[in-house]
């Protein structure tokens, strides 16, 4: 079963605009971590947001936020004030327990290709 | 803090050669885990290793081997090379008090 869900297309953004990158995911388990990594054509997979299961807030991580909804296990990127840096694949991905030490396998979704438009 | 650091970057081999990468994890991490990335799989896990032993393995054939020294740097092996293991192979660095996961810069493996 798959167990993180990225199905938009390619999304566009407008620079300076806000935009949201969805992600759903599946687990049994109360306690898990998620992440949001950044790839540029590169090939780097650049660390962006985490948000852990019993995090009493959403994550913030300058431009970007992560919008958590535990209920409906989504955890949708938001990034705000869109530049043309961003242009990217972004993956989110999930780490189920332990959530520290041995154990650091991350599954990850397909990823969804953001372009920002000057 | 220095970053996650991989080496080589590129990589050409031949068929039936074989292969090996390296990762050096950031300062103080003990856990580092590999990932090969395709176009049509997708990020897959291959293996991960904590304090030089492996505690977690990927479907993968026996041809994709790692190991980790005292210092948590880690190397994977690749006998005998396909076409189909022509990917970028990443290494991903986890630890702290969060087991945040940092990845290195890659290598990219084109086998001819």
């Known amino acids: 079963a798959q167990k993180i869900t990225q199905t938009q297309p390619g999304m566009f953004v407008q620079e300076k605009e806000a935009v949201t990158l969805d992600c759903t995911y599946d687990t049994s388990d109360p306690s898990y971590g998620l992440f949001w990594y950044k790839q540029p054509s590169s090939g780097e997979m650049i660390f962006l947001i985490y948000q852990g299961s019993y995090d009493q807030q959403n994550a913030t991580e300058g431009r970007y936020s992560l919008n958590f909804q535990k209920a409906r296990k989504s955890a949708n990127l938001v990034i705000s004030a869109s530049q043309l840096g961003d242009s990217a694949m972004y993956f989110c991905?999930?780490?189920?327990?332990?959530?520290?030490?041995?154990?650091?396998?991350?599954?990850f979704g397909k990823g969804i290709t953001l372009s920002v438009r000057p | 803090k220095a970053g996650v650091t991989q080496t080589p970057r590129y990589l050409i081999k031949t068929r039936g050669q074989q292969v090996t990468l390296s990762c050096s994890p950031i300062s103080g991490h003990r856990s580092v885990s590999w990932y090969q990335q395709t176009p049509g799989q997708g990020l897959q896990f291959l293996f991960e290793?904590?304090?030089?032993?492996?505690?977690n393995k990927g479907n993968f054939p026996g041809r994709f081997s790692g190991r980790q020294f005292s210092n948590s740097r880690s190397e994977m092996n690749v006998s005998t090379l396909e076409l189909g293991d022509s990917a970028l192979y990443l290494c991903?660095?986890?630890?702290?008090?969060?087991?945040?996961?940092?990845f290195g810069q890659g290598t990219r493996l084109t086998v001819v």
């Open positions: 991903a660095s986890s630890g702290g008090d969060r087991g945040w996961a940092f």
């Open positions: 991905a999930m780490r189920e327990p332990p959530l520290t030490g041995a154990n650091s396998k991350l599954t």
């Open positions: 290793y904590f304090s030089e032993t492996q505690r």
